[in-house]
């Protein structure tokens, strides 16, 4: 049975819900899925000033231990068009993996969350795909064959690079119901795939 770890930061909680969303996709598809958050680095008293969501009930991820999975889906939220410095940290300390072609051949995939609808997905998302193909893994994004990304009766993230949240300025808007099956598909999409590909 394949592996997948949905792997994610989240300060404020939505891309915390789009993990469950997509792990949700994961295991109806009939692989095995391992939920964890990278580490946080901004200091406890600045975190709870800020209104952070943080009781956060996932496992912290360790980086040596990426070579268990077939696949990883990385959760990050958008600072000024990149990833959360907290997703960066954690890969710069997988330096040893490269090196050794640990993860050549493995599925990465990634979703994304912004405070606004033009706030920087594709960027961050385009972002994280080059750093998965620097390790030499298999990148799968979000078909149109997922009939939400072309809604438009509503305003909603989601691009075919990955699933996408809208939070909002303050963090006010929650993932919508579209965005959620968008999130549920992929996981979906990216556990079949490394069925096919590891069983």
Same mark, same amino acid.
């Given at each position: 049975?394949?592996?997948?770890?949905?792997?994610?930061?989240?300060?404020?909680?939505?891309?915390?819900?789009?993990?469950?969303?997509?792990?949700?996709?994961?295991?109806?598809?009939?692989?095995?899925?391992?939920?964890?958050?990278?580490?946080?680095?901004?200091?406890?008293?600045?975190?709870?000033?800020?209104?952070?969501?943080?009781?956060?009930?996932?496992?912290?991820?360790?980086?040596?231990?990426?070579?268990?999975?077939?696949?990883?889906?990385?959760?990050?939220?958008?600072?000024?068009?990149?990833?959360?410095?907290?997703?960066?940290?954690?890969?710069?300390? /997988?330096?040893? $993996?490269?090196?050794?072609?640990?993860? +050549? !051949?493995?599925?990465? &995939? #990634?979703?994304?969350? @912004?405070?606004?609808?033009?706030?920087?997905?594709?960027?961050?998302?385009?972002?994280?795909? /080059?750093?998965? $193909?620097?390790?030499?893994?298999?990148? +799968? !994004?979000?078909?149109? &064959? #997922?009939?939400?990304? @072309?809604?438009?009766?509503?305003?909603?993230?989601?691009?075919?690079?990955?699933?996408?949240?809208?939070?909002?300025?303050?963090?006010?808007?929650?993932?919508?119901?579209?965005?959620?099956?968008?999130?549920?598909?992929?996981?979906?999409?990216?556990?079949?795939?490394?069925?096919?590909?590891?069983?």
């Amino acid at each position: 049975m394949a592996r997948v770890l949905v792997l994610y930061y989240s300060m404020y909680g939505h891309v915390e819900t789009m993990a469950g969303a997509v792990a949700e996709g994961v295991r109806a598809a009939g692989a095995e899925v391992v939920v964890k958050r990278v580490a946080e680095l901004v200091p406890q008293e600045v975190l709870e000033k800020s209104g952070a969501k943080v009781n956060q009930t996932a496992p912290l991820a360790d980086p040596q231990e990426l070579d268990r999975y077939d696949a990883i889906i990385i959760g990050v939220p958008t600072r000024y068009g990149r990833m959360a410095a907290q997703m960066a940290q954690f890969w710069d300390q /997988t330096g040893g $993996l490269w090196a050794k072609g640990t993860l +050549v !051949g493995k599925v990465g &995939s #990634a979703f994304s969350s @912004t405070a606004s609808q033009h706030g920087g997905q594709e960027t961050t998302l385009m972002a994280v795909h /080059t750093m998965l $193909l620097h390790h030499g893994m298999v990148i +799968v !994004g979000l078909p149109y &064959s #997922a009939e939400g990304l @072309t809604k438009l009766d509503e305003v909603t993230g989601g691009t075919p690079y990955g699933a996408t949240t809208i939070a909002g300025g303050k963090g006010e808007r929650q993932p919508s119901t579209n965005e959620l099956e968008l999130a549920r598909f992929q996981g979906r999409h990216v556990a079949q795939i490394a069925m096919k590909l590891f069983g």
